[in-house]
């Protein structure tokens, strides 16, 4: 069976040509809010050196946290302005987190209620209310990382939260041979995703979000359907082998989640950050990604 992976590749490990070399690999991935001391041109020139296509994660409406609000706080500044009726609940750490907000102020978000524990910058922010509307797509991250793509010739890119044709089309407007993968992360992006396919790019069902955003766990299995029915090559990322994280010996759930992402017609999966992180993780997933798709054979 012809299974890759692409891997979330921490710029500075020094793993990365082992991990660039292993048979699976098929792409490497830059998850552009990872802090770096280089600028954007300098660390795509480092990451290009490893010899796989190098695949860069621009954020676009994706909500982020911006700064550190620690506790005990009333306000989280969020990564662009929204709209949002309110009160409304937001989720934090994938989902598992839920607050109350009691109003919105541009992109600040007037807690109700919340953790007891510092929330830090990065994280990601869901709110899944049909009300909500993000002013702006491209950060000024974004839009650094794609001058520096344009300056060096680099073309393949990964869009988060794509709902809209005007999403990849803003990309293409600053860099017009993007090569885009959309990925598919709300319930909006499904709707795009049925009614597009991959006339504007390949899909991906990025499950991390994904799964938050469609409510009730159990509807994750008919998202991941629909992504895979609106483009036979899509892609599938995040979730994957994550047990490996926490223990040497991976979780039965994880090998029939995988064998259950195979059977529907993935063959591209994107490891996230959780088992790329170290280098013994990262060799073992590939490793068994490799195995469970033998038993297909």
């Known amino acids: 069976m012809n299974v890759c992976a692409i891997v979330t590749a921490p710029p500075y490990a020094n793993y990365l040509q082992e991990a660039a070399d292993h048979p699976l690999v098929c792409g490497f991935r830059l998850n552009t809010v990872m802090p770096l001391r280089h600028t954007p041109t300098e660390i795509l020139e480092r990451m290009q050196a490893y010899g796989q296509p190098l695949w860069v994660d621009l954020k676009g409406r994706q909500l982020r946290v911006v700064g550190a609000a620690i506790p005990p706080y009333s ?12 009160p409304v609940d937001a989720y934090f750490s994938d989902g598992t987190e ?27 922010v869901n709110i899944i209310h049909p009300s909500l509307q993000i002013e702006d797509t491209l950060t000024e991250t974004d839009r650094a990382y794609l001058e520096a793509m344009r300056t060096i010739g680099l073309k393949q890119i990964m869009l988060s939260y794509v ?22 992360e709300t319930r909006p992006g499904l709707a795009y995703a049925q009614e597009y396919g991959n006339q504007h790019g390949h899909l991906m069902a990025a499950r991390g979000d994904l799964f938050v955003e469609v409510e009730r766990p159990h509807k994750i299995v008919g998202a991941l359907k629909q992504v895979i029915q609106a483009d036979p090559e899509a892609v599938v990322a995040s979730r994957i082998f994550d047990s490996l994280a926490f223990h040497p010996v991976p979780a039965s759930a994880d090998i029939g989640d995988a064998a259950f992402l195979l ?18 993780t990262l060799i073992e997933a590939l490793n068994l990604l490799a195995a469970v798709a033998e038993e297909f054979d």
Do not use: W
């Open 75 to 86: 306000e989280v500044r969020l990564s662009h302005p929204i709209k949002v009726k309110t």
């Open 263 to 280: 059977s529907l017609g993935y063959r591209t999966f994107m490891f996230g950050d959780a088992i790329c992180l170290q280098r013994d």
């Open 98 to 124: 839920r607050v109350r907000v009691a109003a919105v102020d541009g992109d600040r978000l007037i807690l109700a209620d919340g953790p007891r524990r510092l929330i830090g910058p990065g994280e990601s």
């Open 163 to 184: 709902e809209k044709p005007e999403d990849a089309e803003e990309v293409r407007e600053l860099l017009p041979n993007a090569e885009i993968l959309l990925k598919i």
